[in-house]
């Protein structure tokens, strides 16, 4: 695992992304509403000649737990088109692994200075328009988010993990994989309009309601690296036609609580892998680790001081 970056300029990321979009307390910076489900995933074994990580060997069955959410800071905002799928998977050593997936194929910046800037720039109009006119790429990938093409149901969205990892089986032979959940109902979309305008407990409403006549299902697809792929920069999506793996099956069963699971502040960390699987060099990846713990410090005891801070400046303003 590459340690580099992991806690580069956390804080301020954090502290930005709470400037610019408000700052709520007790809840995620970004992806503030969600709710937990309990699952288990089964392994389809055919992930064994890639990695000798436990959970994809043959017969492997281990439970899971899944949090589904809307992209916005606001718990009360409408509900978003971006959604994400942060999967938890309770290894039989006692150890988990964590995967975070959104719905879009990649992620539209590709270092965390770029988010950072994006995000002080993001402050005011001028400073927006300044910083899109002068990164053209990070503008078409803030546009395409726009255009996002909204769920009809969590249980029929693709979710894509938009960071590269190493894969290395028992010979200690090494491939380079993305992370993909398809799943088994199929994919369905509507306008981002048409979701927005729904109450902001739209999808889990429905997902709970479907939940209710059955488990649902996605599969754990890896697409394998060509030549040519970028394995550092995840704003950029590697084509339809590389080579996949179907690693298992998750079925999402029933809904859950942090009471019930037992962890008060859930983390989800895309680089707590395990052996077998190895980071990239990804530098969003590597970041995401210190900017995670910051923002569970924060919605944590750390909020009350957050808050404290706010009001004070309010009062002075």
Do not use: C
């Not at 970004?30 to 064994?48: C, E, K, N, Q």
């Not at 962890?263 to 060099?281: A, E, K, N, Y």
Request: proline share 8%; aromatic share 6%.
């Amino acid at each position: 695992m590459q340690p580099h970056g992991q806690y580069h300029r956390a804080d301020a990321l954090v502290t930005g992304i709470h400037q610019v979009n408000g700052f709520h307390p007790g809840y995620r910076a970004v992806h503030a509403l969600g709710r937990i489900y309990r699952g288990s995933f089964a392994a389809s074994g055919d992930g064994a000649a890639l990695t000798r990580a436990a959970h994809f060997q043959p017969g492997s069955v281990v439970p899971a737990t899944m949090r589904f959410s809307s992209a916005s800071s606001d718990p009360e905002a409408p509900p978003s088109p971006v959604t994400a799928m942060a999967t938890k998977f309770y290894l039989d050593n006692g150890t988990v692994t964590d995967l975070i997936a959104l719905n879009i194929p990649a992620f539209p910046m590709a270092t965390p200075d770029d988010v950072l800037n994006a995000v002080t720039a993001n402050k005011d109009p001028d400073s927006m328009r300044a910083f899109l006119a002068t990164n053209p790429k990070i503008a078409a990938a803030i546009k395409g988010l726009a255009a996002v093409p909204a769920p009809v149901s969590l249980a029929e969205t693709a979710f894509h993990a938009i960071h590269t990892f190493w894969f290395e089986n028992s010979a200690r032979e090494r491939r380079a994989g993305r992370y993909h959940w398809e799943p088994e109902a199929g994919v369905s979309t509507q306008p981002g309009a048409d979701l927005t305008a729904q109450p902001d407990d739209a999808l889990f409403t429905e997902l709970e309601a479907r939940l209710e006549d059955g488990p649902v299902i996605f599969r754990l697809v890896l697409s394998l690296a060509g030549e040519g792929d970028d394995l550092l920069d995840p704003s950029t999506a590697w084509p339809e036609d590389r080579e996949r793996v179907t690693l298992g099956r998750l079925t999402v069963r029933r809904r859950t609580s942090l009471e019930e699971i037992g962890d008060p502040i859930m983390l989800h960390d895309p680089t707590r892998t395990t052996d077998g699987i190895d980071t990239s060099d990804d530098p969003i990846l590597a970041a995401r680790r210190g900017i995670y713990e910051t923002s569970a410090v924060n919605r944590g005891a750390g909020w009350k001081s957050r808050a404290a801070e706010a009001a004070t400046r309010s009062g002075a303003s």
